[in-house]
Every structure is written in C-alpha cells, then in structure tokens.
T-cell receptor, first 111, second 114 residues
Framework: EDQVTQSPEALRLQEGESSSLNCSYT??????LFWYRQDPGKGPEFLFT???AGEEKEKERLKATLTKKESFLHITAPKPEDSATYLC????????????FGKGTTLSVSS | DTGVSQDPRHKITKRGQNVTFRCDPI?????LYWYRQTLGQGPEFLTY????????KSRLLSDRFSAERPKGSFSTLEIQRTEQGDSAMYLC????????????FGQGTRLTVV
C-alpha cells in the first residue's frame, strides 16, 4: 500500500534555530513529491515539486531535498511567520493523478 | 488569475440535511479535484474531473456524495443526508492542462454537522 509518513508531528523552534522536517514514503512508483504549507483554517499553499532522487529546490528560508526513500524540508534561520503545518504529498504512477498526503508537521517558531 | 475559489467558507447544518458546495477553479485549468481533511490529518482524495468528465472516485466517496462539473468549468459537491462524521474541511484543487504538475488549492469549506 502506498504510504507517506511525516515526522515529527510537531516541532517547536526558537527564531533563528535551523532544523529539518522529514517525509518518508513507500510507493509503487513515484511520479512526484510535493511540499505544501497550510495555515490554520486555510487551504494548502504549494511550495515545491521534486521528481527524482538528488533533486533540490529552494525558496527563501526553505530548501527541499529528495532521496529514493524520503524527502527533507530544511528550514534555515526560521522566523515566527514560518509557523504553519507543512504537508508532504506524493503522486504515484499507478494511483491516477490524485495526491497521497502525510499527516503533516506542525511547526511553531517563537521569537 | 484569482486562484481557486470555494463557496461557502463555512457551513453548519443539522444531521440529515443536504448540503452543496461550489468550487471555481483557476480559469485555464482543466483538471479539478475534491479532497476532505479532518483535524490533525492530511487531505484525503475524494474525486477527480478532467474537463466535465469524472474520471476517478475514491472508496471514501459514499453513495451520499455526488459531484458534478457541468461544461468543465465550476464544480459542485453535494452531500445528502449528512451525518456527524461528514464534519470536515472540504478542499478543491485545480491543475493546468500543461506545464507543472502541482495542484493549487482553494481555501476550503468547513462543514459542521450538528
């Protein structure tokens, strides 16, 4: 069964304290891996798409990387406005076009 | 491009009533998805349209749920005889015909069944 697992479930950081979020996946054939940010009561906001192992994408303080089994979202010198839930999702070759999501990591950054 | 629009943003209904939600995708996007999200969980796929054709349906989509996309533009999701377990955020997403494979989500409709 295709599965996406995110860890940790929750992460508390001080402003400026860098860290990483993990997304591990077990799928029959990966078409793409996606990272989204979700603020409370709102829809997910697209961040990155990764397609193949070794690929990296960056945006401001965020950097996403991909291996054959997992993806990391690195947050460098986070600010309070980075507080949100970060969702990882995969698109699988044999599962149509829908995304399979993990449960997310809720990040809290305090000043 | 005003993004994906969903209406209403919030809906409170009594158990047993029918509800209908609307989604307006990004105008040039031909693919439209419905997802459901409960507290502490990631979104779960419900159904997918390409233009006006409903091409995929999840096993989560019981007989009480129906979705349409007339003329390949906006879409509606109807839930008949609502149950308390239907309380969730209902999210709509759209994808373009070409280019990137990323889906863009609307702000969702929060349904509370009392």
């Amino acid at each position: 069964e295709d599965q996406v697992t995110q860890s940790p479930e929750a992460l508390r950081l001080q402003e400026g304290e860098s860290s990483s979020l993990n997304c591990s996946y077990t799928v029959s054939g990966l078409r793409g891996l996606f990272w989204y940010r979700q603020d409370p009561g709102k829809g997910p906001e697209f961040l990155f798409t990764l397609y193949s192992a070794g690929e990296e994408k960056e945006k401001e303080r965020l950097k996403a990387t991909l291996t054959k089994k997992e993806s990391f979202l690195h947050i460098t010198a986070p600010k309070p406005e980075d507080s949100a839930t970060y969702l990882c999702a995969v698109q699988v070759n044999q599962a149509g076009t829908a995304l399979i999501f993990g449960k997310g990591t809720t990040l809290s950054v305090s000043s | 491009d005003t993004g994906v629009s969903q209406d209403p943003r919030h809906k409170i209904t009594k158990r047993g009533q029918n509800v209908t939600f609307r989604c307006d995708p990004i105008s040039e996007h031909n693919r439209l998805y419905w997802y459901r999200q409960t507290l502490g969980q990631g979104p779960e796929f419900l159904t997918y349209f390409q233009n006006e054709a409903q091409l995929e349906k999840s096993r989560l989509l019981s007989d009480r749920f129906s979705a349409e996309r007339p003329k390949g533009s906006f879409s509606t999701l109807e839930i008949q005889r609502t149950e308390q377990g239907d309380s969730a955020m209902y999210l709509c997403a759209s994808k373009g015909r070409t280019g990137g494979t990323e889906a863009f989500f609307g702000q969702g409709t929060r349904l509370t069944v009392v």
